[in-house]
T-cell receptor, first 114, second 115 residues
Framework: GNSVTQMEGPVTLSEEAFLTINCTYT??????LFWYVQYPGEGLQLLLK?????DKGSNKGFEATYRKETTSFHLEKGSVQVSDSAVYFC?????????????FGKGTSLLVTP | SAVISQKPSRDICQRGTSLTIQCQVD?????MFWYRQQPGQSLTLIAT?????????ESGFVIDKFPISRPNLTFSTLTVSNMSPEDSSIYLC????????????FGPGTRLTVL
């Protein structure tokens, strides 16, 4: 079946540290891949996406590259800020006639300390 | 992206009662989706709601427990019926970004606690 596996959290980093949150996927077709972020007390927000192999999604200093050969979509940021503290969800969606469900990972909690 | 609001933002309910959650979008959308996020867990799709037709439920979810209405292109409701503590979750609605529905945008969620 289709699934997403994320690294377990919580992840605690100091401000300005480099961030990587690993995400790998299993899919029967060619999915679109997403990172969503959930700030404390708020709803889910789309952070970035990539729709085909080798695409790089980027937003707010975050990046993720769709790697078909390793079935991965790791999230990176060069220098995190306290305001990046949130839960990050990796998700996939199969295209065309495969339905509309987003398959989410379990989420990775990030805490950035001053 | 669409602006999505939900009511109520949170509620505490007694076992055996029902709660209806409203989702309002600031633009017309073809498809709306309802998800559940159980404590400490990821999101699971409950159903897809199309205007003018029956909702399509995912495996493990049934209409009797989670009836959905979609009276127009900007509004939907999800009812959680005959609640038990296991229904304590955050319920989120989302909308697709167009014909391809590739990207979904989420409302702020309704945090439900069942005692």
């Amino acid at each position: 079946g289709n699934s997403v596996t994320q690294m377990e959290g919580p992840v605690t980093l100091s401000e300005e540290a480099f961030l990587t949150i690993n995400c790998t996927y299993t899919a029967t077709g060619y999915p679109s891949l997403f990172w969503y972020v959930q700030y404390p007390g708020e709803g889910l927000q789309l952070l970035l996406k990539a729709t085909k192999a080798d695409d790089k999604g980027s937003n707010k200093g975050f990046e993720a590259t769709y790697r078909k050969e390793t079935t991965s979509f790791h999230l990176e940021k060069g220098s995190v800020q306290v305001s990046d503290s949130a839960v990050y969800f990796c998700a996939l969606k199969l295209n065309s006639n495969s339905g509309y469900a987003l398959n989410f990972g379990k989420g990775t909690s990030l805490l950035v300390t001053p | 992206s669409a602006v999505i609001s939900q009511k109520p933002s949170r509620d505490i309910c007694q076992r055996g009662t029902s709660l209806t959650i409203q989702c309002q979008v600031d633009s017309q959308v073809t498809m709306m989706f309802w998800y559940r996020q159980q404590p400490g867990q990821s999101l699971t799709l409950i159903a897809t709601a199309n205007q003018g037709s029956e909702a399509t439920y995912e495996s493990g979810f049934v209409i009797d427990k989670f009836p959905i209405s979609r009276p127009n292109l900007t509004f939907s409701t999800l009812t959680v019926s005959n609640m038990s503590p296991e229904d304590s979750s955050i319920y989120l609605c989302s909308v697709g970004d167009g014909g391809g529905q590739d990207t979904q945008y989420f409302g702020p969620g309704t945090r439900l606690t069942v005692l």
